[in-house]
C-alpha cells in the first residue's frame, strides 16, 4: 500500500487525499536551523513503499521546492521503492519560456532538479503552461484538471443567467469549459502584459450582463491586477454580481482586497494552495491521477 509522505504547505489536502485514497499518512519531521536553512526527516521505514510526496510550492516558493526536494530525497533514503511528487502549485510556471535575452528558464530548472532528486513521476493541477511538462525529460508528468470541481461549486451558488469571462484570451478555453458546466455563456477580454515593468492593461470591452452574475476566471491570482482590470470592466456594465475564481490563489501585495474594491463580492480558489478561498477541494482529481499512475 503507497503511504503519503506530507510536505509542510499542504497538510489539508494531504489529510484529503488521505481520506480518499485510504492510505497512511507517514510520519515526517521538518525543523529550520537559526541561519534558515530546511531539515526534513522522515520517521518511517519505506522499504518497498512507493511514497507520494504531497507538497505545494507557494509563496514562499525557493523554501517550498528545496522542501519538496528534500521531501523526494528523505523518502528514497527511507527505502520508497519510487516516488510520486504531487505538486499542487508547481512555482515558477509562468517562467515558462525565455522572454528577454540571457534571462534564467526558471521552470525548467525546477523540472530538472525534480527528476535530478529521484522522483518517479510529477502530478500537478493546471499547469500554467504544457511547455513545462515538456520540460520533465526523463519522468512522466502530469497536469489534472480543477475546472469541472470549480465549476460544480459555483452551480451550487445559484447564478443567475452567467457570463463565465476570461480576463486573457489566451485562457478562454477555460471559460468556455466552465460556461458550459454552468449553463452559462462565455467571453474574453484582451490584455498585455509589459514584460519590463509586470503592468497588466486591458482592452475595454462592452458586455451584454446588466443583472447577470459574472464569473471571471483565471488559472493564478497573484497580484490581482489582471481581475482587477477585468472586474472595472465588468461593473461599468450593471452586473448582478461579480465573483472571481481561480485555481491557485496566491494574493500576493493584498490582492485580495484590491479584488473586494474592485467589486469582486466572492473569491473562489481550490486547496492547492490553502487559504480561506480555498472552498474546493482537488483531492478527488489528484487521487485519480495518482491511481492511474500506480496502474501504469
Ligand atoms: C497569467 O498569464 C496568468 O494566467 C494569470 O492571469 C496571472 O498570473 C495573474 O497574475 P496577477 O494576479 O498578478 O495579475
New binding site residues.
Given amino acids: 500500500m503507497p503511504l503519503l509522505v506530507p510536505g509542510p504547505s499542504s497538510p489539508l489536502l494531504t489529510q484529503r487525499l488521505a481520506g480518499v485514497c485510504n492510505y497512511k499518512v507517514a510520519k515526517v519531521s521538518y525543523r529550520v536551523f537559526p541561519d534558515g536553512e530546511s531539515y526534513v526527516r522522515v520517521e518511517e521505514d519505506l522499504r518497498g513503499k512507493v511514497a507520494i510526496v504531497v507538497q505545494s510550492c507557494p509563496p514562499p516558493q525557493d523554501k517550498r521546492v528545496m522542501e519538496l526536494l528534500q521531501l523526494i530525497d528523505a523518502s528514497l533514503r527511507a527505502g520508497a521503492s519510487k516516488v510520486i511528487a504531487v505538486v499542487p502549485y508547481l512555482a515558477y510556471s509562468?517562467q515558462d519560456k525565455v522572454f528577454l535575452p540571457h534571462e534564467a528558464l526558471s521552470s525548467k530548472i525546477i523540472a530538472k532538479a525534480i527528476e535530478a532528486v529521484g522522483a518517479s513521476s510529477l502530478v500537478t493541477v493546471n499547469v500554467?503552461s504544457n511547455l513545462v511538462l515538456g520540460y520533465f525529460e526523463k519522468i512522466r508528468a502530469l497536469s489534472v484538471d480543477a475546472f469541472p470541481e470549480i465549476a460544480d461549486y459555483l452551480a451550487s451558488l445559484g447564478l443567475k443567467d452567467p457570463l463565465v469571462l476570461s480576463?486573457?484570451k489566451?485562457?478562454y478555453p477555460d471559460a468556455r469549459k466552465v460556461a458550459e458546466l454552468v449553463d452559462g455563456e462565455a467571453a474574453f477580454l484582451e490584455?498585455k502584459?509589459d514584460l519590463e515593468t509586470?503592468e497588466?492593461t486591458t482592452e475595454e470591452k462592452a458586455l451584454a450582463i446588466e443583472d447577470r452574475d459574472v464569473v471571471i476566471v483565471?488559472?493564478?491570482?497573484?497580484?490581482?491586477?489582471?481581475?482587477?482590470n477585468a472586474a472595472k470592466i465588468v461593473s461599468k456594465s450593471n452586473p448582478r454580481r461579480i465573483i472571481a475564481a481561480c485555481v491557485h490563489g496566491?494574493y500576493?501585495a493584498n490582492?485580495l482586497e484590491k479584488l473586494m474594491a474592485a467589486g469582486v463580492k466572492e473569491v473562489i480558489s481550490t486547496d492547492t494552495i490553502e487559504s480561506k478561498t480555498s472552498k474546493v477541494t482537488v483531492a478527488k482529481t489528484i487521487a485519480d491521477a495518482i491511481k492511474r499512475l500506480l496502474e501504469g
Avoid: E, F
Avoid at 483565471?218 to 482587477?228: E, N, R
Fill in positions: 509562468r500554467h480576463p486573457d489566451k485562457r490584455k502584459r509586470g497588466v483565471d488559472d493564478i491570482i497573484s497580484t490581482g491586477g489582471t481581475i482587477v496566491l500576493a490582492a
